[in-house]
T-cell receptor, first 111, second 113 residues
Framework: QKEVEQNSGPLSVPEGAIASLNCTYS??????FFWYRQYSGKSPELIMF????GDKEDGRFTAQLNKASQYVSLLIRDSQPSDSATYLC???????????FGTGTRLKVLA | DAGVIQSPRHEVTEMGQEVTLRCKPI?????LFWYRQTMMRGLELLIY????????DSGMPEDRFSAKMPNASFSTLKIQPSEPRDSAVYFC???????????FGSGTQLSVL
């Protein structure tokens, strides 16, 4: 079992729809969870982080964390073509400095 | 703030040659990470430095890989000898001790022929 798993996609959604990206992790003791966006040929950039169970909203983005089920998700409301990118889930297990990344989900927002 | 600076942006070399990748972290950041990204394996952590000291190099694939951080503003990742399977994008990232946000450099696209 991989430490952090994501569906590679591509996930295609029409412009204006909600995009839902999911991630599961294996270390039950993990405490910190991150979503990075990576445009083709560019470096990853942090868009959201979440530490506690529940939802965290920032503009059109909402991160959801369920530690009991060991999954974290990212919702993008009112998806725009400019949101088309690969979204990387990262987990920091407790007591470590390491950030374990999933292989990413490619999102396509269709105009 | 210029961000994390990596050089070169692209490197094409032949199998068996030595390759040196360079990284300048953001001033004041005390943690530095080297990652390798491939389609199949995603982002893999190679080595982590804290206050210029290598803390964990368990992700370094084999003895052909080595990394140094002689001071707070410079780090190198060296591959000697290089092999075609080393072809990947290599990212350097830095971080302060006060938050968990990783700042990535632009990466080095390495192609070993």
């Amino acid at each position: 079992q991989k430490e952090v798993e994501q569906n590679s996609g591509p996930l295609s959604v029409p412009e204006g729809a909600i995009a839902s990206l999911n991630c599961t992790y294996s270390d039950r003791g993990s405490q910190s969870f991150f979503w990075y966006r990576q445009y083709s040929g560019k470096s990853p950039e942090l868009i959201m982080f979440i530490y506690s169970n529940g939802d965290k909203e920032d503009g059109r983005f909402t991160a959801q964390l369920n530690k009991a089920s060991q999954y974290v998700s990212l919702l993008i409301r009112d998806s725009q073509p400019s949101d088309s990118a690969t979204y990387l889930c990262a987990v920091r297990p407790s007591g470590t400095y390491k950030y374990i990344f999933g292989t990413g989900t490619r999102l396509k927002v269709l105009a | 703030d210029a961000g994390v600076i990596q050089s070169p942006r692209h490197e094409v070399t032949e199998m068996g040659q030595e390759v040196t990748l360079r990284c300048k972290p953001i001033s004041g950041h005390n943690s530095l990470f080297w990652y390798r990204q491939t389609m199949m394996r995603g982002l893999e952590l190679l080595i982590y430095f804290n206050n210029n000291v290598p803390i964990d190099d368990s992700g370094m694939p084999e003895d052909r890989f080595s990394a140094k951080m002689p001071n707070a503003s410079f780090s190198t990742l060296k591959i000697q000898p290089s092999e075609p399977r080393d072809s990947a994008v290599y990212f350097c990232a830095s971080q302060t001790g006060e938050n968990e946000k990783l700042f990535f450099g632009s990466g080095t696209q390495l192609s070993v022929l």
